[in-house]
């Protein structure tokens, strides 16, 4: 008896000295356990978070480790730090407007609590943890000689994510521009870029997780995350000193006190994912008091027939025709418009998209040393002074937007390009859309003048190779799973001709990317007759199908297979899915995201016999019913459902 009374008070040292300091804070629905440990009970020693994930009546672990820290040169904010003390866990609670997005009305609602620990040299570490409804956030503070420089040389900062874990992950480019394969059985080792989205089975349901990061600004690199030395463990990296044609530091420079951008992790119900808002609940918010002249809309657009811009007059002039047929707000003057001619030049082109009533956008080469892109006009993004110049001449020709293109890195002297460019054009009152860019990272609560970013493999590779062809489907049906949870998303799409490489979606799937891809400017990517040709009842959708949404719902689906989801503007539904297999399906859709009580005027839009066949059909519908559907392999529908008052 005496040896058991020893082995038990031994074993309870044990597991005191293992787990000797822990710190809990919940959601505020309970539902998500944040908690920040050190194995030890020296409180030196590195700490690290745990996520736990409500199932039933038990918590179960989901995240088993994030490891944390910071290194700059000799010291070590990681495993030579002390704790010092904790603040009470308070409520963040707070409202705001979203210009543009999945949601018009969004909530900044989570359990914050920050932790301070002592380092070396005089200077300090702070970590500040947020458990949300929806996910988890968590930054790094740090202290010292205020205005002191210091060089980041590491962030310790990684993942370990469950063993037997499902992912889907794009190999890292600097464009963002990959395919998001599943991981199950076996597991790839390499360098992604965000968002990476992991299931964990949780015996009779699943726990899925985006892991991204939030509110990068030019005081910090954005990272990637890499997993070349453990399969499960996902520790975030630097840009590569090859990037952005070798131009700028790898390790970013910071300014004491310094606080590091938001690691997020979106976590919850595959549904909870895809409505989540939270990379922009928890970014900064919006630095434009005046946001009436933002405004979200659908463009015309003549890259992607042709795979070259602007350099024909009476094409851009096509194009200008095409958007007020449809009742889009705008078109846009892709690369080459300095060098137009027949029959016109630029300013012939921008008078005469006035005179019908559509505002232009015009594209630009963010230039500089950083990319090896000739296209031109080079360099006039490059600096305050140049913007200036230019943003003044746009203002005066008049021209709504720009798109700028070929940023090639996530250095931190590309953070702080991208925000002076949103900055400056605010002045000017000038929406922006990036592309050959870095992913959205909450900008677009920040800055609302941020219409999009490109960041995908979009339509536009249809120009580039025949792989698209056979992958788009399973693609487009991962999509809203991964990449377009985190922002809005310019894929370009809706083709219903085709490029330079044929698309093998049904004419419905293609018409349903309206809805399913949330973008603040929606460039629909097709050539005129594309448009014309097409019967009454689609056309007349896409005359008046919004860019901006007051409500998104998830109906249904799954990474790679299908997408269902609903989204409102006003008293109007949209609802749409798409198809990502290669076989036919019949299902029924519930229509419980309609209000009580009222009834509805329906126009459904679904495959027909054949590919590039609708087949519409007129309803009176109402919450307790059901729309039944049949769509082809690669198919997909649209719904359109507005109250009868």
């Known amino acids: 008896m005496k040896g058991i009374v020893i ?10 000295f293992l787990y000797a300091q822990e710190y809990k804070i919940q959601s505020p629905n309970k539902k998500i356990e944040l908690s920040l440990a050190s194995k030890t009970d020296d409180a030196s020693k590195k700490w690290y978070l745990k996520v736990d994930y409500l199932q039933g009546d038990a918590y179960q672990n989901v995240i088993p480790s994030i490891e944390l820290g910071l290194k700059a040169g000799a010291v070590d904010f990681a495993s030579s730090i002390k704790f010092d003390r904790a603040d009470k866990a308070k409520l963040i609670k707070e409202t705001y407007t979203a210009v543009h997005g999945k949601r018009k009305y969004c909530a900044n609602d989570a359990t914050e609590r ?89 015996g009779k349901a699943d726990c899925w997780m985006l892991i991204t990061e939030a509110d990068v600004n030019g005081s910090y690199c954005a990272t990637k995350l890499g997993n070349k030395n453990d399969q499960d463990n996902y520790k975030l990296l630097f840009p590569a000193a090859s990037d952005g044609n070798k131009v700028g530091k790898v390790n970013p420079t910071v300014s004491l006190p310094f606080t590091s951008p938001w690691r997020t992790v979106i976590i919850g119900e595959l549904g909870q994912l895809v409505e989540s808002t939270l990379v922009d609940d928890v970014s900064t918010p919006t630095k434009i008091k005046d946001v009436s002249w933002v405004q979200p809309g659908a463009s015309s657009w003549i890259y992607w027939a042709y795979n070259h811009g602007t350099k024909d007059f009476k094409k851009v002039c096509d194009y200008i ?31 005469y998209a006035n005179s019908k009533g559509i505002k232009p956008m015009m594209w630009y080469n963010s230039g500089g040393p950083h990319n090896g892109i000739s296209a031109t006009p080079r360099d006039r993004m490059l600096t305050h002074e140049n913007r200036m110049k230019e943003f003044r001449w746009l203002n005066e020709l008049g021209v709504y937007g720009i798109k700028v293109d070929f940023f090639e890195s996530d250095k931190q002297d590309m953070m702080k390009y991208y925000i002076d460019i949103l900055e400056d054009a605010a002045k000017f009152k000038l929406m922006v859309n990036f592309h050959g860019a870095t992913i959205p990272r909450g ?43 985190i922002g809005p998303m310019d894929y ?66 799954y990474p790679g297979k299908n997408m269902i989801m609903a989204r409102r503007k006003g008293n109007d539904w949209y609802l749409a899915g798409i198809n990502g297999l290669n076989k036919q399906e019949e299902f029924q859709i519930p229509l419980e995201f309609l209000k009580t009580g009222k009834r509805y005027k329906a126009v459904l839009i679904a495959d027909g016999d054949y590919d590039s066949a609708f087949n519409t059909t007129y309803l009176s519908l109402a919450k307790e019913d059901h729309i039944k559907l049949k769509w082809l392999p690669r198919g997909g529908f649209t719904c359109v459902l507005k109250e009868i008052q």
């Open 321 to 351: 025709d095409l958007a007020a047929r449809m009742n889009w707000p705008y078109t846009l003057f892709d690369w080459e418009w300095d060098a137009m001619g027949n029959g016109g030049k630029l300013e012939d082109a921008v008078r």
């Open 114 to 202: 920050s932790f301070y620990f002592k380092g070396k040299q005089g200077k300090g570490l702070s970590i500040t943890l947020r458990a949300y409804n929806d996910g988890i956030a968590f930054r790094y503070g740090l202290t010292g000689k205020n205005g002191e420089i210091i060089e980041l040389t590491d962030e310790l900062t990684s993942y370990k994510m469950p063993v037997s874990a499902e992912r889907w992950l794009q190999p890292f480019k600097t464009s963002y521009e990959s395919y998001y394969p599943v991981q199950s059985g076996s597991v790839a080792k390499g360098e992604w870029g965000y968002p990476a989205l992991f299931k964990k089975s949780l």
């Open 443 to 485: 900008w677009s609560r920040t800055y609302p003048n941020l219409m999009s970013m490109e960041a995908v493999l979009g339509a536009e590779w249809y120009n580039n190779g025949a792989e698209l062809t056979g992958k788009a489907a399973e693609h487009n049906a991962t999509l809203p799973f991964t990449r377009n949870i």
């Open 492 to 557: 370009t799409p809706v083709t219903f001709t085709n490029s330079q490489h044929p698309h093998i979606t049904t004419f419905a799937h293609e018409l349903a990317l309206s809805v399913i891809f949330e973008s603040g400017i929606q460039h629909m990517a097709d050539r005129p007759e594309g448009f014309d040709n097409l019967p009454d009842a689609p056309k007349a959708f896409l005359r008046e199908v919004p860019v901006a949404w007051d409500d998104s719902r998830f109906i249904s689906g």
């Open 7 to 16: 082995t038990i008070v031994t074993l309870i040292l044990v597991s005191n």
